[in-house]
């Protein structure tokens, strides 16, 4: 396989409600431990709604000079500093040069509404002294759950064809919103009891530090992890539209994906499924129209279990779990991660363990 279509991990940074480093969050989300409380939050019936939130303690603790503007909330600052937090921790002790490419996952156009605007997030960001991020090279992609996974795609393009030697990839996002909260629980989508076709809304940041050189990559007993290009696809008949559902955006975006990789069958899938009945069913479409590049016993794996709905933060997230498992389990070299946005937006891409 020609090398283009390969980046290397080099690093990530994750927080979320079941752990505040990369490490934490694999392992916690390896034992089951679920980050999942009833909030201060009701429904529209008073019931209160479970919510997947960091501790407020533990974002009091983290503090980083910010530039908050002519805007400002609680949903601003807690998405402000879950994303410094990933990005220091992405970049801690990493020997890279002073010019690193940003490419920032954020929510879906409708959502942008409900969370904090992405220009503000970069600012702060670039403001760090201590960040060797550039500040002429950013990227934002507005699709959501899938955005981190999308993404990839510029990523690519900044490390092969504009020669940079890194790039930061990755979200942070948060529903802690009152108004972004009342949205969805008018259409009667976040979980409360007796409400089985929900999700748990959570928050957290997730960042990858990507490379082209493998032997710049983050190791482990002399391997390291590969992502291929990604694939992606366009579901006409997502959830907010009234085309008939077919599944085909997902199947082509695991379509796509797969054929950038000619090794052995996938044997774990990891997936942004949140509970809600509708990620199930293109799933079972995605695998059935793309059975014959799947391990028969392929295991699935959905974190939001563990830590809930994470927005634009998504698919950053799943890959360096995913990543990070990859690396540990010597039964396993090949794994697909994918991401599906509330409208018609999919990706998906194909992890490989490679040893040096």
């Not at 960091?54 to 601003?76: H, N, V």
């Not at 077919?246 to 975006?253: F, I, Q």
């Not at 396993?332 to 363990?353: F, G, H, I, P, W």
């Amino acid at each position: 396989m020609d090398s283009q279509h390969k980046v290397y991990i080099a690093n990530i940074g994750i927080i979320s409600a079941i752990g505040d480093t990369a490490a934490m969050n694999a392992a916690s989300v390896k034992a089951g431990i679920s980050g999942y409380k009833v909030s201060d939050f009701y429904n529209q019936q008073q019931q209160p709604i479970t919510l997947a939130s960091l501790p407020d303690e533990l974002l009091a603790e983290l503090f980083f000079e910010m530039d908050e503007g002519a805007y400002y909330s609680d949903q601003y600052e807690r998405i402000l500093t879950m994303a410094l937090f990933a990005v220091h921790e992405a970049l801690h002790q990493q020997p890279v040069d002073a010019s690193i490419p940003v490419v920032l996952a954020i929510p879906e156009m409708a959502e942008q509404g409900y969370s904090i605007p992405a220009d503000l997030l970069l600012k702060n960001l670039l403001k760090q002294k201590a960040l060797p991020l550039k500040v002429d090279a950013a990227s934002f992609i507005a699709t959501g759950r899938a955005a981190g996974i999308h993404g990839l795609q510029q990523a690519f393009d900044y490390l092969y064809q504009k020669g940079a030697s890194y790039v930061l990839l990755g979200g942070s996002d948060s529903y802690i919103n009152t108004a972004r909260i009342d949205y969805l629980d008018e259409n009667e989508r976040l979980l409360v009891s007796n409400r089985m076709d929900s999700f748990v809304a959570g928050e957290g940041a997730g960042f990858l530090l990507l490379t082209r050189d493998r032997h710049k990559a983050m190791q482990l007993n002399n391997h390291v992890v590969a992502l291929y290009r990604p694939g992606l696809g366009e579901e006409q008949g997502h959830m907010y539209s009234d085309e008939p559902y077919c599944g085909d955006g997902l199947a082509d975006a695991f379509r796509q994906a797969l054929s950038r990789y000619t090794g052995e069958p996938v044997k774990v899938i990891y997936s942004s499924m949140n509970g809600e009945h509708i990620w199930a069913k293109e799933y079972g479409v995605a695998c059935l129209r793309n059975r014959h590049a799947l391990d028969n016993n392929v295991q699935t794996e959905h974190p939001a279990d563990c830590y809930g709905d994470l927005g634009a933060a998504t698919g950053s997230v799943l890959i360096g779990v995913a990543a990070i498992h990859l690396l540990q389990n010597r039964a396993v070299n090949t794994q697909l991660v994918y991401a599906s946005a509330d409208r018609s937006q999919r990706a998906a891409v194909v992890m490989e363990k490679i040893s040096l």
